[in-house]
């Protein structure tokens, strides 16, 4: 009855009609979320299903629930698919234009990283304060655009989000499909800021293998009382298990999640978690 | 080196000095979420840590995993909280204001529920489309101030977000200690909309027994390199988690959740996570 969801639009209906997703399962009432052990430094060209292979075997020889079933979730760090889709730039080939100067000056940042964010910003929602806050061309509103310095070997390269997440996803999916022989659904994450509350929290650029919103609205629970009119954002959510299980202090950027309740259908985070700017109360 | 953090505001540093949280411990590397067998209804006055002590130890005699250990969480619904402590308001003895006609006229809402909504809160941020965004007293800012008509018994009653969460979840998780014997960190969670994403996740309303931030700056991996400038809303994490064990469709408000790697120390959300309106890029 109540309207809890998305303080960003005026409902989760975007314009093409309800958000895929299909009709949820139930959860199988317990979730368990295990880090794969070590992937070695990623490098552009290398095959990351691959590697993601070799660590689930190698993990599964000693903890035997690392062996992969239909049904469990692979989450992905994005900075791991942009080295090996090789989305890097070094900022010692960037010419920083005036604005990105001044507001770099101002705020003691990188004026070639600022540069670098503005070109990866198809438009600025806030710049103040030294934070940069955009849209993407995916439709990502997030800081810097996604672009991001620390844990790369060489101070003065940046990585960039894939250029399309979701693909990134299937791509991997497929792949490892191949490699392990269980079709895997697969997430890449990456660490979002949000509005109104301090810290971040992980959540999916791009989904394969399930639809990343799970539609309860309509549906009744077992004493017939209508649930909430709510659209839980499963993929997300399944980020945030993932980054508590893997810790930010050790290199684990793949994680194995299983016993989440995965809406069926072939889902977009871009298709379908991005809102559309029509819905946006925050530009 | 980048700052990856809140696009919500300048930088996860609140007026008094760096959010509380303590360094965040390694993570066991294995995160379980398991939700307790369903409670009775409650009803304001119930003694809410009783219920939850028997749901566990009723949940501990079929599934070993249910026995509480230190260092786990408890995850309580906000609406089950705000039951017990009588925060119910009946529709039937609210008097809109002409406001609150007006506009749930026009999107097709109940006068009284949106008048509740205005009550409880300190200050609107959006009111359009059929959306109320507002910050609440405690500092929240959500879709209709909390106020859920949704999975009550009764149509015309509403319940209120808790009072004081922080003071919920340490009430809690004090009364659990005596009745199980064993201090367990609690969270009172509800479920958020955000901007720029459909789909709600859960988020923490009060955490007791740990710091709800994880603040990793200037800690540095084991390979020596700096770590991202990153606050991790680890509250909010376990939130997400126990949502997915728990599931919309079945009725159990309560989830354990062991092995995320809690902040020590004495935390609050309203003092460590909730943003200053200083802070605030989306006022």
Not at 64 to 88: C, F, H, M, N, Y
Not at 200 to 216: E, M, Q, R, Y
Not at 265 to 275: C, H, K, L, T
């Amino acid at each position: 009855m109540t309207d809890r969801h998305a303080p960003g639009g005026p409902g989760p209906e975007p314009a093409g009609g309800p958000p895929p997703g299909a009709l949820p399962g139930e959860t199988t009432g317990r979730l368990l979320a295990i880090p794969l052990p070590a992937l070695p430094d990623v490098r552009p060209g290398d095959d990351l299903a691959a590697l993601i292979a070799d660590a689930l075997r190698a993990g599964a020889s000693s903890d035997p629930d690392l062996a992969p079933r239909p049904g469990d979730v692979l989450v992905v760090t994005q900075k791991i698919v942009s080295k090996a889709e090789g989305r890097i730039v070094d900022l010692r080939s960037v010419e920083p234009r005036q604005e990105a100067v001044a507001f770099a000056a101002r705020w003691n940042r990188d004026p070639r990283q600022v540069e670098v964010v503005l070109r990866e910003s198809a438009r600025i929602v806030r710049m103040e304060r030294g934070v940069i806050v955009s849209r993407t061309a995916h439709g990502y509103v997030c800081a810097n655009a996604g672009v991001d310095a620390s844990n790369t070997d060489i101070p003065d390269l940046v990585t960039l989000l894939p250029e399309d997440p979701d693909r990134s996803a299937r791509e991997i999916r497929a792949r490892l499909a191949d490699l392990v022989g269980v079709e895997l659904a697969v997430i890449v994450a990456d660490s979002f800021g949000r509005p109104w509350r301090w810290g971040i929290t992980d959540v999916a650029l791009g989904v394969a293998g399930f639809a990343p919103l799970a539609d309860f609205r309509g549906l009744t629970d077992t004493t017939g009382r209508e649930l909430h009119a709510t659209v839980v954002a499963v993929a997300d959510e399944i980020c945030s298990a993932a980054e508590l299980a893997s810790g930010k202090t050790s290199r684990r950027p793949v994680v194995l999640v299983r016993g989440a309740p995965l809406p069926a259908g072939d889902g977009s985070v871009v298709r379908d978690v991005v809102m559309p700017e029509a819905f946006d109360l925050f530009p």
